[in-house]
């Protein structure tokens, strides 16, 4: 456990430049620096250590930074993902908190990698406690010399900036990034072209997810087989998860993927005492619900997420007791993704709106018997045709909540009072 | 419209980006701008950001709007941003919204008659470990209990 | 980019590699439907509607934003294409009214029709519809952002064409809006294109709004005249009067925008003002006569006054530069006929012996490709919308715009360098370019540029020129008459030659081309239309000439065309008091629309048109007018049965401006030079009697700029009027210069 990441956090002042370097911070970096390691080497050993996009999609890291046209003249970008706002979702504020460093070296590296002589890190607008952690830390880099341009001589430049979120959760998606730090809305950009070729300002840009740059420096070090025998097959590695909901003591713990989910739960304390385990959403809102009996056989990976009926997505794991309305639930959700599409396409501005006005009506005791149909017709047509995946994180879980948790809503409906809270 | 000082922290941030790529900052000098005037936006202000910016003003009209950071009517003086998503759904944050009501006989969106505080219920703000939780002002308050928000809620100021 | 071949619905289709999937199927007439994609405008992939399934594709793609790749197979009409297409058509219908009944749109509408083959008669919706409040965004466009299904194209058409982002997308979501900055309303030159890429009837043309159904109206083609593009239209007409206008595309000319005063004219024909029966003077009173009694009347008027008497060269024409080709035509030769070379349309310039003659070389898709432009004394936004589309296209290429005006104008697009220079110091500066230019060739320096020594921004001007392989010197209105108007053209003239330039000259509009080539200008042996004036003529023929607006001296022109012993017969199209005080016959001709005939563009392209709609009440075509006339006057040769037979009468052989020869006059002087401009919705008589063009902030322009120094040296203050016009003080305007812009009848004296 801890041992990536949230390596130093036991340490004080973990978050500093000290502490970081006193473990071993920086020495890829300053490697680098010497011209002792090449973007084909640092690609090599990532593709070895099987680490996937952390953000939620789960792309192998290597592969992302090899697609960037390194050779290429024009000005490149890397540009740090720290937009977390994934409900249930809550790991990369606390590396953000306690391991900055990591973040930056991971981009400056990527920034190496990649040719890339800029990078940003995009931080949600309500983490000003994460912000002013790392603008500190960024202080601390470039005082010690360790950024800016031809590095201590070294051929080498990387500067780095912040840009804020100013509160629109589909900033997270990675295009509507780009947008946002251009001062634009947070619109989606349809794709192709994909940012590797036209990103940030019209150039080959590369998205990581913070957890999968705070990952790079520590992986570099112990070698990618090292991180890659932490983990499964096709899930190398350690992996934070977020677990919150009903359990005794709601965390984040960096544990090696396939972990079972049990042994996860059992970390967080186990349900609320008298409670029992009713459901559980595995990756954050976005992916399907599963019932307890499926939850309690799965392993934390990709693969075994994936068996069980699901997804790993950013690894935000939300417990739910018998004592949850699942109705009240998805309305929950379903408002969140009404209230959070950006609005750019048809099918997700006009079909969120629709699903959540269906369940509040639900909810406000007026269903109709044949609003199951609608909600699973309506989000059958949001899915696969929106710009983004706003539209199909809007319409799974209607899906996977009516599908494991139908009489609920039967109920629901017929007595215009929840089955559970009554 | 704008002050020299928010001129300069908005000049800290334009200087982040490529030259002629100066909209980039339109986010935050709206946030700059913004704490200047009673923490509410106006199609003055906007404008004058836009000037500053030289860009469209439909252009920062439209992030002022998408953006859910940005105010356009009175708010108090403390916004208290509580979050009503699902970690923290599940762990009590209706209730805690309706003690917040009534504690400060407003609803929701609606400013204390002294222009204290308002409450306004948010989205996710990546904190579930912490739940239920709001943010007032840059800081987040975490594990809430009715004492606790008593606590935070009476020393307002 | 290499052919290649890919599969659309079974069938083998060849295209072009990196080709959108839409382009190919528009191509090859296979129906995709869609309602954010716009030929002219940036892909948004927004709406969905043209989802397609491509093969090995896990969802579906839409055509707009797919590019296609060698092998590629699609189906664009099979299972999997129908259920996301009428989802789509679903989601769009559930917020949008269902009020085509009332809505303008209806018939034209695309929502409507694709929801015809896509949509469900029952809506599973019930919920309750969104309502958008409107604002006001000014007098050309009706919004009713109910019905706005998001798709931005207007949004697009502001930043991509108009050049200024006018409207956007506030808001997110459900309530993302598409509006102005908070209702301060549109003001682009070209705003009326947002109707016509509007898919709905979210935004319609204001003045239209509830007229008529679109199938009740007849389309008919048409040229608009208000200036040197010729642009296509299309006149929607109902029971003879013309209710609406639209772009009708024509990629060589102007693709498939129009400006807005060619939208918008048409309302001022059915304005009260217009000129509506044949009127005689009989003893100071005028007296609406027949058409037979009028021309009888004029006829001996002629006669008498100067034919009989065989002052034949006491008769002079004037005409106006909105004439038809045909009309300028039958006018100079009946003058000629008759043994009079006084002919003129140049109404507006002040030294007929020293003006701007230059050729234009260039056609207008040709602008878009030249990588380097030198503007001189113009705004073109304003005066020619479409050539400036051209030129802000070629910006948006890369190509770099220099500026030599008298003031700083709104461009929509990036300049290079803005110079504000004086009037009187135009050609000097030109002098110091040319210089450079012959000093970069080694080529021999003229006595009248040893002298100089160039500045840096001479310098900078030159080099540009140097270092462009296509680019156009063009010549703006602004110089026609700057006291030094002939140098100033010969330098142009010059520096095109010696950098292998084009020309574009823009100083005169309309269908000034066409005045040029009928040769509506004085022969050897006639007088221009300063000489007519002040010798004082015996007889005049005008083709409507609105004298405030037209003539640079108004009230010299009025008082020359008063005199006692001149007998005036005025053709107009609108009533007029002036013209009612100098002449004494008045005949009402037909305006814009109302007559067939042709029109020449920048290009020299001749563009013939047929009239819409027959001229009201018992106004007449002007050819025809003017072709009795001759015959009253037993004239030979004019025995034209319609106008097509005049046109072909006509040679084309093109009109060469041939730069005069005079001595050039660079010398700075130093008094105040006063440029004026009719504002750009009073350029002619049509326009300016045009409502909703009047009310808008382009139609309001009214003001005599000028900076503090000239103000003081004028003793004049902010607001104050100067010759009629009111003050306005900035210091954007170049030292000694005042530029007036007006949209009203010229009062004081230049």
Known sequence: ????????????????????????????????????????????????????????????????WSFMPR??????????????????????????????????????????????????????????????????????????????????????????????????????????????????????????????????????????????????????????QWFADIGVENSGGCKLFSVTGHVQKPSNFEVPMGIPFKDLLEMAGGIKKGRKLKAVIPGGSSTPVLTAEVAMEMTMDYDGIEKAGSMLGAGSVIVMDDSTCMVATLTRLAHFYYDESCGQCTPCREGTGWLYRVLKRIMDGDGKADDIDLLLGVSDKIMGNTICALGDAAAMPVESFLRNFRPEFEYYIKHGKSMVKG | MISNQAKKQIDVWVAKYPIGRQSSA?????KIVQAENENRLSADIIQAVADYLDMPSIAAQEVATFYENYNHKSVGKHTIRICHNISCMLNGADDLVKYLEKKLGVKTGKVTKNGLVNVKKVECLGACVGAPMFQIGEQYYENLTKQKIDEIVDNLK | MADIEIEIDGNLVSAKAGEMLIAVTDREGISVPRFCYHKKLSVAANCRMCLVDVEGAPKPQPACSTPINEGMKVHTNNEKVKASQKAVMEFLLINHPLDCPICDQGGECELQDVAMDYGSDVSRFSEGKRVVVDGDIGPLIQTDMTRCIHCTRCVRFGAEIGGIMEMGGTGRGEDLKIEPFLAEGIQSELSGNMID??????????????????????????????????????????KGRVKRIVAKDNDSVNETWISDRDRFSYEGLAHENRLLSPQI??????????????????????????????????????????????????????????????????????????????????????????????????????????????????????ASIDVINVMAFDFNYQLNSENIVTPNQIAFMLAEVLKLILQASNAEIPEALSKIEASDTAKQLADRLLDADNSVIILGEHMVNNPQASSIAQLINEIAQQTNSTTLNISATANSMAGDLTEFVPGKKGLDANAMLATGLKAYILLDVYPHFDFHHPAQAIKALSKKDAFVISMNSFKDEAVAQYSDVMLPIASFYETSGSHINIEGKVQSF?????????????????????????????????????????????????????????????????????????????????????????????????????????????????????????????????????????????
């Not at chain 1, 010497?34 to 990532?46: A, F, N, Q, R, V």
């Not at chain 1, 070296?105 to 890190?121: K, L």
Request: glycine residues 8%; charged residues 25%; positive net charge.
């Open chain 1, 71 to 224: 050779n290429a003249s024009m000005q490149k970008y890397v540009v740090c993902n720290s937009d977390e706002g994934e409900p249930g979702t809550c790991k990369d504020r606390d590396i953000l908190r306690y391991n900055p460093h990591a973040v930056i070296e991971g981009m400056a590296i990527g920034g190496f990698v990649m040719n890339a002589s800029v990078g940003y890190n995009y931080i949600r607008g309500e983490f000003m406690e994460p912000f002013k952690r790392f603008e500190g830390a960024l202080k601390e880099v470039y005082k010690a010399g360790l950024l800016g341009k031809n590095i201590g001589a070294s051929g080498v430049s990387f500067d780095l900036h912040t840009h804020l979120g100013a509160g629109a959760y589909i900033c997270g998606e990675e295009t509507a990034l780009l947008e946002s730090i251009e001062g634009k809305k947070g619109q989606p950009r349809f794709k192709p072209p994909f940012p590797a070729n036209v990103g940030l300002f019209g150039q080959p840009t590369t998205i990581n997810n913070t957890e999968s740059f705070a990952s790079v420096p520590e992986i570099l070090s112990q070698g990618g």
């Open chain 2, 26 to 30: 339109v986010m935050e000098a709206l």
């Open chain 1, 1 to 64: 456990m801890n041992e990536v990441c949230f390596k130093n956090l036991d340490k004080k002042k973990c978050y500093s430049l000290k502490v970081y370097e006193q473990s071993g911070g920086y020495s890829i970096w300053r490697k680098i620096l010497k011209g002792e390691l090449t973007p084909e080497e640092i690609i090599d050993e990532l593709k070895a250590s099987g680490l996937r996009g952390r953000g939620g999609a789960g792309f192998p890291t290597g592969l992302k």
């Open chain 3, 197 to 238: 890429v509007c898919p709905v009837g979210a935004l319609t043309s204001k003045p239209f709004r509830y007229e008529l159904r679109t199938w009740q109206m007849n389309s008919v083609s048409n040229i608009a005249r208000h200036d040197l593009t010729g642009s296509n239209i299309v006149t929607q007409t109902y």
């Open chain 3, 281 to 398: 003077k009989v003893k100071g009173e005028w007296r609406e006569v027949s058409w037979d009694e009028a021309l009888e009347f004029a006829m001996r008027g002629l006669t008498d006054k100067v034919l009989n008497t065989g002052e034949a060269n006491k008769l002079g024409a004037l005409a106006s530069n909105t004439a038809t080709l045909e009309e300028f035509h039958l006018l100079q030769k009946l003058l000629r006929e008759v043994g009079s070379e006084n002919i003129d349309y140049r109404l507006n310039i002040k030294d007929l012996e020293n003006t701007v003659t230059l050729e234009s070389n260039i056609k207008l898709a040709g602008l878009e490709g030249v990588d380097h432009v030198l503007i001189i004394g113009s705004n073109p936004r304003l005066e020619q919308p479409m050539i400036n589309h051209r030129l802000r296209k070629a910006s948006l290429s890369g």
């Open chain 3, 610 to 750: 047929c009239a819409s709609v027959s001229a009201p009440s018992d106004v007449k075509p002007a050819w025809k007018v003017l072709k009795v006339l001759a015959d009253l006057l037993q004239l030979p040769g004019f025995h034209f049965a319609n106008s097509m037979q005049v046109t072909s009468e006509i040679s084309n052989q093109g009109h060469k401006q041939n730069v005069s020869n005079k001595k050039l006059d660079i010398k700075v002087k130093r008094s105040v030079n006063v440029i004026w401009q009719k504002s750009p919705y009073a350029v002619d008589a049509l326009s300016r009697h045009a409502s909703a063009l009047q009310a808008t902030k382009i139609g309001q322009m009214h003001s005599a700029s000028m900076n503090k120094a000239t103000a003081k040296k004028l003793e004049v203050a902010e607001n104050d009027n100067y010759l009629g016009v009111p003050v306005s003080i900035r210091e954007s305007v170049a030292n000694n210069c005042v530029f007036v812009n007006t949209n009203k009848p010229i009062r004081g004296e230049l």
